[in-house]
């Protein structure tokens, strides 16, 4: 595993910007859910949870794949 670091501002935590990072880089499909919720710090659960209120979607279909799902 890799280590990271970075200055942040006094208005960012530590723990909100592992958040965010880990957000963005499953929402990329850089990391597995798993892996995100692990550099996050949080259960699996409980990521999906936050992802939910974050307007990320935990299983997504791009059109095409819907489309021919349907």
């Not at 935590?13 to 990329?28: G, H, N, T």
């Amino acid at each position: 595993m890799k280590v990271l670091q970075v200055e942040l501002p006094n208005e960012v935590s530590s723990d909100e910007a592992r958040f965010l990072l880990a957000i963005k880089l499953y929402e990329v499909g850089k990391v597995t859910l798993g892996q995100a919720a692990k550099i996050a710090g949080y259960s699996r659960r409980t990521f999906i949870e936050l992802l939910g209120r974050h307007g990320v979607p935990v299983i997504a279909y791009p059109p095409e794949e819907l489309r021919e799902e349907a």
